[in-house]
């Protein structure tokens, strides 16, 4: 058996710890703290079994129309994967040849990079996309809000990117129902050329356990895309769910807002607490502890509190904590917890301080 040289020296992405005991307080994983739609819970109980025997709608037509109306666009502009990963890797085959590049934000979904080592191509990160990329670059892929840091990029920046770069942008809108805009527009418009904006249902629908995402862009790029997927890549259960949570726009915008709301008042209370905060148009934040705590001391702390955040090792990212927004109540466990963490120690600081020094020999 053989295994491709760059497959062995590649080093696989790494998800977010998954705990099995449901008493944690899960904060690692930018999942929605809410259920999905009720009407998720009819769709599944209502289900046809007889359908399991037969393949599923190779394009997903039901959903793909919905998402197109939803958004003033044509069917055959959208593309629906399992799960918005398997967009990436799709893109990754084929918007790139074998002696190009692909780009991203640097920090950003360290998946990027992970794609680029399973294609055997170059990896461009830069801490801004207004600087210069390598004539190489033909794959750009950007994460609008950022993942880690929550930061937002107005969507006339992205254009005017898109505009000057020579090949496919893909903006990845993981968490835009979060934020105060989006670039769905863009990517819609009849005279877009070179930009696709994806989006997933693991996030705002609270579905991370289905797998299905999809994405809007240029008639001949979706079309690429369907020529590189597998025959059924999406399950005929996960269709039927997708499309009945995207039509409840309702429950969906009732639970989006609630994530904000918390988003707001936490970060408000982690700065009173000494926190850097960057803000944050996601449904995380991404924060440098008070004083001289690090991030990783703090990070274990927490998970020994079986309260599990997120920490990316590195120089852009090892000084702060990636933290998913849960409910009010799962905010106040953290915040107590961080609470005691602190107060030990500037218990400890203050015994330090009035414990009397030791003379040195012979005073």
């Known amino acids: ?55 599923p709608d190779p394009n997903c037509s039901a959903l793909a129309k919905a998402i197109a109306e939803a ?9 629906i994967g399992n799960g918005s990963d398997e967009i990436l890797a799709l893109a990754a085959r084929v918007f790139v040849e074998n002696d190009e590049s692909i780009g991203s934000l640097d920090p950003s979904y360290s998946l990027y990079k992970t794609l680029a080592a399973i294609r055997d191509v170059k990896w461009v990160g830069v801490p801004s996309p ?54 769905m527009s863009l990517a819609a418009a009849s005279r877009n050329r070179n930009v696709i904006v994806m989006r997933t249902f693991s996030k705002s629908y609270s579905l991370a356990g289905l797998r299905v995402g999809y994405c809007v862009g240029p008639k001949d790029l979706i079309a690429a895309l369907y020529k590189a997927k597998d025959s059924y890549n999406v399950d005929a259960v996960a269709q039927a769910v997708a499309l009945v949570a995207f039509r409840d726009c309702a429950y969906h915008g009732k639970t989006v807002a609630k994530v904000v709301k918390t988003r707001k008042a936490f970060s408000q209370s982690l700065v009173k ?39 990316f090792p590195g120089r852009l990212t090892g000084d702060r904590l990636r933290i998913t927004i849960g409910t009010d109540g799962q905010m106040e466990t953290l915040l107590a917890a961080l609470d005691d963490r602190f107060r030990g120690e500037e218990k400890t600081r203050k015994t330090n301080k009035t414990k009397p020094r030791k003379q040195p020999p012979g005073k």
């Open 1 to 55: 058996m053989r295994i491709a040289r760059h497959i062995k020296k590649l080093v696989g992405y790494v998800p977010g710890e998954q705990p099995k005991s449901r008493e944690v307080v899960k904060l690692n994983t930018n999942e929605n703290p809410y259920p999905p739609s009720p009407k998720c819970a009819a769709v599944l109980s209502s289900f046809n079994l007889d359908n399991l025997r037969r393949y």
């Open 71 to 79: 958004n003033g666009t044509t069917p055959d502009r959208v593309f």
């Open 130 to 183: 207004s600087l210069s990329l390598p004539p190489s670059c033909s794959l750009f892929l950007w994460t609008n809000p950022n993942a880690p840091t929550g930061e937002f990029a107005e969507p006339k920046a992205i254009a005017t990117f898109a505009k000057r770069f020579r090949g496919v942008v893909i903006v990845d809108e993981a968490y835009a129902d979060f934020a105060c805009g989006n670039c």
């Open 273 to 311: 607490r000494g926190w850097d905060v960057i803000p944050s148009e996601s449904n995380f934040v991404f924060a440098k502890p008070p004083a001289k705590a690090k991030a990783k001391d703090v990070f274990a702390y927490l998970k020994g509190r079986d309260i599990f955040v997120r920490y």
